[in-house]
């Protein structure tokens, strides 16, 4: 097997056991229509904090779960109902905090682009800078929380593919990849490259999927 196949073969096994996307797990069907990208941007924000991914999820579904799918439901949700989902999802550590970020989000949003990410969209115009930079305008949406975004979203938005953050970079040199995200991108299709994102940043934040990747990658 030549080293080219070889890191194909990693790329399919990563895909295959470990390319759910966060988005998927959290039930969302991403696509380019306002409450999905809400519910994304929602689901990224809570992934951006230093708390379990499995919290994050679970939290962003109790959210959901209790209304709060759109930017309008989210700001007319009273403080403590956010604090509510979010407690039952397991957000407790930072559950106070984060309901007031996504209330103000929630308001911003609404004010600035009438609650559609689409807009946001067609103001940045192509400009990766520009869309992250609208992105981490939004309260607790920093970098991390940015990065997460448009790695889940670039499936659609695609004009911002290939996307692959420094942590999604990270599982790949774990895994003996190519830390070139254009090198990486030929690995597998334009359509997986969301999924791809994925499993290469659980192969950053857990060494079992590393060696599970990589001993399947040998059978």
């Known amino acids: 097997m030549s080293p080219r196949d ?19 797990q959290s039930g969302i069907r991403v696509g380019n ?14 992934l951006s904090a230093r708390i379990r991914a499995s919290v994050a999820v679970a939290s962003a579904r109790a959210l959901f779960d209790a209304g709060m ?4 439901r989210m700001a007319d949700a009273t403080w403590q109902q956010r604090v509510d989902a979010l407690g039952e999802g397991g957000y ?3 559950d106070e905090r984060t309901s007031t970020q996504l209330g103000d989000g929630a308001a911003l949003l ?22 992250r930079g609208a992105l981490q305008g939004l309260p607790g949406l920093g970098p991390a929380g940015s990065a997460i975004f448009l790695r889940e979203v670039q499936g ?12 999604a970079v990270q599982g790949a040199e774990r895994l003996g990849l190519p830390g070139e995200s254009g090198k990486l991108a030929r690995l597998v299709g334009t359509d997986e490259m969301a ?10 934040l857990d060494r079992s999927v590393v060696d599970d990747v990589l001993e399947g990658s040998r059978a």
């Open 156 to 167: 659609v938005w695609t004009e911002f593919a290939p996307f692959l953050d420094a942590k």
């Open 92 to 94: 407790r550590r930072y």
């Open 195 to 204: 999924a791809f994102a994925s499993g290469l940043v659980r192969a950053a």
């Open 69 to 72: 799918r759109t930017p309008r």
């Open 110 to 131: 609404l004010a600035t682009y009438g609650g559609d990410l689409r807009r946001m969209r067609e103001a940045a115009d192509g400009d990766l800078g520009a869309l």
């Open 33 to 46: 229509t306002p409450q999905p990208l809400y519910q994304l941007l929602v689901l990224s924000c809570l």
């Open 6 to 24: 070889g890191q194909r073969a990693i790329a399919r096994t990563l895909l295959d056991r470990h390319g759910e996307t966060y988005a998927a």
